[in-house]
């Protein structure tokens, strides 16, 4: 049974008005978003291992930079969600805390490794596309500093997602046939992976019903994997390589692709914790937090000097 206030709160949402972080709110929308965008935020910063890990092997100068300003761009996502999350009134410590204790979610694709570098290319291409295509209608969401945030992150995302498909246009067009082998070896590893960033089948996901109402979603997870599907396929016909789906085909009638079903006992596994590289990524976290200590102790011993000397004068 919904409040007088609930009520007037879900009118709004109906009427497209946004919600600010001073604006009441139901404590479950709240907490549903406070939930969404730390899970985004950590993705974010986990996401920068898989390609980090290549910065050093990078085969030119130019793909090098290329790649540096990408995953310091995700480093920035990051900020700019935790500082979305806080304006629900959680504390960044806090949201880091779950993430390294492995309470909190982060996307399921950062826990595959990285194992050629036509892997960095397809992660642009297919996992930078696939959270453009997520993205998108977040820019329209109802809470209006996630929104906001968003609005710059697909941005930056949509050079992400150019400078993988460039790269993978250089190897599998102008490259040798053992480049296109790579990119070819590297489909086959991600694609169905990417697939699953959208989240479960609807009828499987638990919040969805909810966060429609909301709008803090607009469109359900199968209907955002179908759109990547559909907007797929041409481009891996131009570039040459197999999807590796024998059930995928165009469906004349629902003008759409029709795909094999995901493997879902691996979906849910790697969410669970058990995917081959969890372990690995949230190890990474955790000594890179560590390793910061000294210099948050810093920071704060410099602040308190500061405080102490305004004091005096
Ligand atoms: N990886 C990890 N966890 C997932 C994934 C995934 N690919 N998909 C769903 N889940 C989790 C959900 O977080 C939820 O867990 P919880 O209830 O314990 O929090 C559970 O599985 C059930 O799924 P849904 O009910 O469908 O969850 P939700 O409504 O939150 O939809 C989605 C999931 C589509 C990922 C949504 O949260 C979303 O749009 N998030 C913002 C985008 C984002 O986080 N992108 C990160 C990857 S993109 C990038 O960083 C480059």
Redesign the pocket.
């Known amino acids: 049974q919904m409040s007088d206030e609930e009520r007037r709160f879900q009118e709004r949402i109906d009427e497209g008005v946004r919600i600010e972080a001073r604006d009441w709110m139901p404590e479950a929308y709240r907490k549903t978003l406070v939930?969404?965008i730390s899970?985004?935020a950590h993705?974010?910063v986990v996401?920068m291992l898989p390609e980090g890990n290549w910065i050093t092997r990078a085969p030119s100068l130019k793909r090098k930079a290329i790649l540096m300003a990408k995953v310091q761009d995700?480093a920035g996502?990051g900020l700019y969600l935790y500082s979305a999350a806080e304006t629900l009134g959680v504390s960044r410590d806090k949201l880091v805390d779950d993430l390294l204790s492995g309470k909190a979610?982060?996307?399921?694709?950062?826990n595959y490794p990285t194992l050629n570098w036509a892997d960095i290319g397809m992660i642009g291409w297919l996992?930078?596309g696939?959270?453009i295509i997520?993205?998108i209608p977040?820019c329209r969401c109802s809470y209006g500093p996630y929104a906001r945030a968003m609005v710059r992150v697909c941005k930056e995302?949509s050079f992400h997602q150019r400078q993988g498909y460039d790269l993978l246009i250089q190897m599998c067009l102008h490259g040798t046939p053992e480049q296109k082998a790579m990119a070819q070896d590297s489909i086959n590893r991600w694609w169905w992976p990417a697939l699953?960033?959208?989240?479960?089948s609807d009828a499987?996901?638990?919040?969805?019903a909810q966060?429609m109402q909301w709008k803090i979603?607009l469109f359900s997870?199968d209907e955002?994997r179908q759109k990547m599907v559909d907007q797929t396929v041409p481009q891996a016909e131009y570039l040459g390589l197999t999807i590796p789906d024998p059930d995928l085909r165009w469906n004349e009638e629902r003008g759409h692709y029709d795909f094999g079903e995901i493997d879902w006992d691996e979906?849910w596994a790697?969410?669970k914790g058990n995917g081959p590289c969890n372990r690995e990524r949230l190890q990474a976290r955790v000594d890179a937090h560590e390793n910061g200590a000294w210099f948050r102790e810093a920071l704060d011993a410099h602040a308190q000097k500061q405080e102490a000397i305004r004091k005096v004068a």
């Open positions: 939930r969404q899970q985004h993705s974010e996401g995700e996502h979610k982060y996307s399921s694709i950062f996992v930078d696939s959270a997520n993205q977040l995302e699953m960033m959208f989240g479960p499987d996901s638990t919040n969805s966060s979603k997870n955002l979906f790697v969410i």
